[in-house]
């Protein structure tokens, strides 16, 4: 029989004890596994129902608590559920129709949200982005996906920290994988959220998400998953014609001044009337509408300028462990060379190795000596060397030497991922988030089967269709050590 694990990622919100009473209603419990991911900060024990399973969150955001969560489970489909949602009657029933029959091109089931709407009044402009969950795809409020994509597409993206944009990043790249997710027929239930004038200022962190999904999915990603054109654009000109006031004054352009300040005061009106207009137009909310709607656009093309800045760090995370090629890297390549007199650091390497040293980012060496196979130097001769390279750059982690040539095939000569692999775990590092610095293709190519990242610094020596196949080139040891640890290296 098909089975089914729901996992709820929450900080505590109180709402989350009215999805639970309505999961115990529907018996969802008694059909699979309901995983609770704890994610908030201060680990006093969460209160949950003896049916539901506890998982302790990292902090990192809905993303990471979701992957913490479908990874407790081997059930084959994980049906995620956000801890604002309520189920209707007949959830689980609808949801195995949903899933039932479905081929195995379909990887996931989208749920219905409904939300109800206030009585004897129109929705705040607050509660007007709740409703338009009702129309969003691929909403992770509820939706239900096979486990065996979730593993092959290796979850949800968690360089999305918020509840935002999260949802539709993995979508999209199940979809590039040649796989439909399809409309189900369940409902759940989705409250009204309160709190207007914070939530709107607090949401527009989500430009930085945007900015994100442009750089991964391409200019059409909008289209793709359904999500509305902004109003970013307005909100640079509003912005831009607020901050060109002062400068007018001050360079005695008095009528320039005034444009600009009539399309501020334009930009900013149109912006308020488009919030203010649908709702209830109570005191209360046109208050606080005006204000915030003056704070947004400057806050909004703040958010999104952050989003550009942090872009490098965010599609390439600051590596858990870095591995280092011996020659022609750390230092001058002197081919099979058996002399501790010869060892002379490449430029600005020994400095390289101390920013990473400082930044707490662990190394280890992997080096070809295929001059020990081949009678040129001995095993010792090499360990000397090795010892002169330490007693000039300090300690640089532990060595991987590899032996032998060629012909011996064995699996740690590199461009053979085995050495790499070794050292990366003898680190205690995750592949995916080490990286290996070299100056040949061999490097970069064992990197690459090893699922590391590489960066090439070529020498003189590195061959041009090794720069051009290279996935990053760094200048020299320096420049890659800077782009490995990011804009906030010291
Ligand atoms: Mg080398």
């Known amino acids: 029989m098909t089975t089914i694990d729901v996992v ?5 919100r109180s709402c989350l004890g009215r999805l639970l009473a309505s999961i115990e209603r529907e018996r969802v419990h008694e059909r699979g596994r309901v995983i609770v991911v704890d ?4 680990k006093t ?5 003896a049916w539901a399973t506890r998982v302790v969150g990292r902090c990192a955001g809905p993303a990471a608590a979701r992957n913490r969560g479908w990874s407790a489970s081997d059930a084959d489909w994980i049906a995620f559920l956000d801890d604002d949602t309520e189920l209707t009657p007949a959830w689980l029933d609808q949801l195995e129709s949903d899933i039932g029959d479905l081929p195995a091109t379909v990887a996931a089931s989208q749920g219905r949200i409904m939300v109800p709407r206030p009585t004897g009044r129109k929705p705040t402009d607050a509660e007007r982005a709740v409703i338009g969950l009702e129309t969003a795809r691929y909403a992770s409020a509820d939706i239900c996906y096979r486990r065996s994509v979730l593993e092959l597409v290796g979850g949800f993206d968690e360089r999305f920290p918020r509840a935002y944009r999260e949802d539709s990043d993995i979508a999209l790249r ?3 994988a040649g796989f439909d997710i399809v409309q189900g027929r369940r409902a759940t239930l989705h409250r009204l959220a309160d709190d207007p004038a914070r939530s709107a200022l607090r949401r527009q962190a989500g430009n930085r998400d945007d900015v994100l999904m442009a750089a991964l999915h391409g ?7 359904g999500a509305p054109r902004g109003r970013l654009r307005r909100h640079l000109l509003t912005s831009a014609a607020a901050a060109a006031v002062p400068v007018a004054v001050v360079a005695g352009r008095r009528t320039l001044a005034g444009v600009l300040g009539a399309v501020w005061l334009a930009g900013t009106a149109e912006l308020a009337w488009a919030r203010i207009a649908p709702g209830p137009r109570t005191r209360r909310e046109v208050t606080g509408l005006l204000a915030t709607s003056l704070a947004l656009p400057p806050l909004a093309v703040g958010q999104y300028a952050r989003g550009l800045l942090e872009l490098p760090r965010r599609l390439h995370p600051r590596p858990d462990a870095v591995l280092l090629d011996r020659d022609g890297t750390l230092v001058v390549d002197v081919p099979h060379n058996g002399d501790p007199r010869e060892v002379r650091p490449m430029p600005g390497a020994q400095e390289a190795v101390a920013r990473l040293r400082r930044a707490g ?7 070809n000596q295929s001059g020990i196979a081949r009678g040129f130097t001995t095993a010792d001769q090499v360990a000397a060397v090795n010892r002169r390279v330490e007693q000039l750059f300090g300690p640089l982690g532990p060595w991987f030497v590899c032996p032998h040539g060629d012909e011996d095939g064995c699996d740690c000569r590199k461009p053979e991922p085995g050495m790499l692999l070794t050292a990366a775990r003898s680190l205690g590092a995750d592949p995916a988030r080490t990286a ?8 970069m190519e064992a990197a690459r089967r090893a699922g590391l990242r590489g960066v090439l610094v070529p020498t003189a020596v590195t061959l041009a269709d090794e720069v051009a196949n290279a996935s990053e080139v760094a200048s020299d040891l320096p420049a890659a050590v800077d782009r ?6 010291t």
Request: proline share 9%; glycine share 14%.
């Open 45 to 49: 024990a969460l209160e949950l129902p």
């Open 436 to 443: 290996m610095i070299g100056d040949t293709g061999a490097d």
């Open 174 to 176: 199940v979809l590039d």
């Open 361 to 367: 980012v662990p190394t280890a060496v992997v080096t």
């Open 484 to 489: 490995l640890l990011g804009a906030a290296a």
């Open 39 to 42: 994610d908030r900060p201060g």
């Open 8 to 12: 709820i990622p929450t900080v505590g």
């Open 219 to 225: 200019r059409g990603w909008r289209e793709r998953c």
